[in-house]
């Protein structure tokens, strides 16, 4: 059983899809739509950061749900397209390299969001069955735990188990690999977690 795709494309051809998958990746759309939506600086409200959570902080929910499935579809159209026109291997560099692109977006001096829809998106669109997984593990954890971050550690903690078992074991180390760059993104939340002050759903942050 291959944890990873047969590599079959050239240094070139990686490339090419590495640049083409970050700069999907790099779209800051939280950013574009608080701003075109007379919402402020994003990154000058709530926690600073650039995805749907700290949107949905500006009280406009609509705003909100559009960052959330934009930042999942940048992903999701990144895999798509390197899916449509190059090989397994490829792909799973653009998906890769997406994740990257949003987490740390040249444009903003790499300073970008968690990468939680980003990474959800670029499941469902590699393999949809995991993705549908990590999407009910997120959904579950957060009704039972009522905390956001931790149920975007569960998923991604899970996600390679999910691939492993549903049949598509050569995403697995690209799954793990967005798995770690969750953590990573998420330390500050992972410290919150364990000295029990991570905000829970629905509760006001300061």
């Not at 759309?29 to 600086?41: E, H, K, Q, T, Y």
């Not at 992903?75 to 190059?86: N, R």
Request: with cysteine; glycine share 12%; net charge positive.
């Amino acid at each position: 059983m291959s944890i990873l795709p047969e590599f079959s494309s050239t240094f070139v051809i990686m490339a090419q899809w590495g640049v083409i998958g970050y700069l999907l990746g790099s779209i800051p759309f939280g950013v574009l739509i608080s701003g075109l939506m007379g919402l402020g600086d994003l990154r000058k409200i709530g926690s600073g950061n650039i995805g749907a959570t700290n949107v949905l902080r500006t009280g406009n929910k609509f705003a909100a749900a559009a960052t959330l499935i934009l930042d999942g579809g940048k992903g999701a159209v990144a895999v798509l397209i390197a899916m449509a026109f190059a090989a397994p291997d490829a792909a799973q560099l653009a998906a890769l390299a997406a994740f990257a692109g949003h987490c740390f977006p040249v444009w903003l001096q790499f300073q970008g969001g968690k990468g939680v829809a980003t990474f959800l998106g670029i499941l469902l669109a590699i393999a949809w069955p995991v993705g549908i997984a990590a999407c009910l593990t997120w959904l579950v954890t957060a009704f039972a735990l009522r905390i956001s971050s931790l149920s975007a550690l569960v998923a991604a903690t899970l996600t390679p188990i999910w691939a492993a078992l549903l049949g598509y074991s050569t995403i697995s180390c690209l799954a793990a690999a967005l798995a770690l760059l969750i953590f990573y993104r998420h330390s500050a939340n992972i410290s919150r977690i364990i000295a029990g002050t991570e905000p829970k759903i629905g509760a006001s942050k300061s």
